[in-house]
């Protein structure tokens, strides 16, 4: 639809801006004819991206179809700035523009068929999570505003001696630079890897929870290969008196469930930990606060276990962003522990927020 609807609106805007002599509308129409070739692009990452695992690339060929988005808004980057000179040029030496309503009334008509398609493309983006799909969609919408200012112009021409026809086409072409740089950076972000969502998260906890005896879910890292094939990692609490078949049962049940549910393949690390004890858990909330007062960037810990038979203490801290200097970090914390707590001694690991 896309390929079609484009090469018929690239060849009636062609014309028309060539007979009324318009860049605002040629470049308009060399838009549309780059949206045409984004189209046959995206149908290739499609394809790409279904191909089957392989010894080389045994993750299959999912993220072709990021490499595809990319490519597209370059080529809708480059558009925009090859239509943004033109018409820098049509300001320096203006020519005159002489449009006719049958010309406006079948440019109105362009802008209808790009707005299917924006409604399209957006729906059946976010429905098999394609960022190229999603791309094109908000390409057509930035196109449907481009062609109505390109109408307005085109109109006001006739009325004025202004260059309003090459101010107009850097409008256009503005339009078409936003769409382009806006898709590249949602691709980049999508392939340099992004955090989970808070939704994610939840539900993947709840369904950790519903094995016991596994809880929690932390250090939570997704790795996306494509809309269909997403591999996961995290740490889970079990507690240290657990049965290893018990604990193997349970991680096997909840891999099934979190696949199912959410089609993502996770493995799972594990703590053994002994909270189940009163003296423990009044302890993991004292250090706790003995970690926070040290440094505001400590937001959680967990992995907690006291191994009193010889007063060692093993957890995990979770920390945000902000800190820079781990090696300092970790030598306030552990001073702190050692002041407060003079006959245990510590060991800890420092993790990021992923999730």
Known sequence: MGIASNAFIAVLKLIIGLLSGSVAIVSDAANNLSDMLSSIVTIIGFNASTRRPTHSHPLGFGRMEYISALFVAFLVIFTGASFFRTSIDRIIEPSPVTISIPMVIILAMTILIKIGLWRINIKNGRKIESEALSASGSDALSDALATSVTIVAAIASRF???????????????????????SVIGTVSTIVGERPTKDTVKLLRSLINNHPPLSGGYDIQIHTYGPSRSIGTCNVEVPSDSLTEEVFDAMTDAQEEIMEKMGIYMTFGMYAVNTKNPVVQLMKQEVLKVLKTASPAVLSIHGFHVHFEDSRVHFDVVIDFTVTDLAAFRAAEQKALEEAFPTYSFSFNIDPDYA
């Open 160 to 182: 004025s001696a202004l260059p309003i026809d090459g101010v107009a086409g850097i409008i256009v072409s503005i339009f078409i630079l936003y769409a382009g740089i806006t």
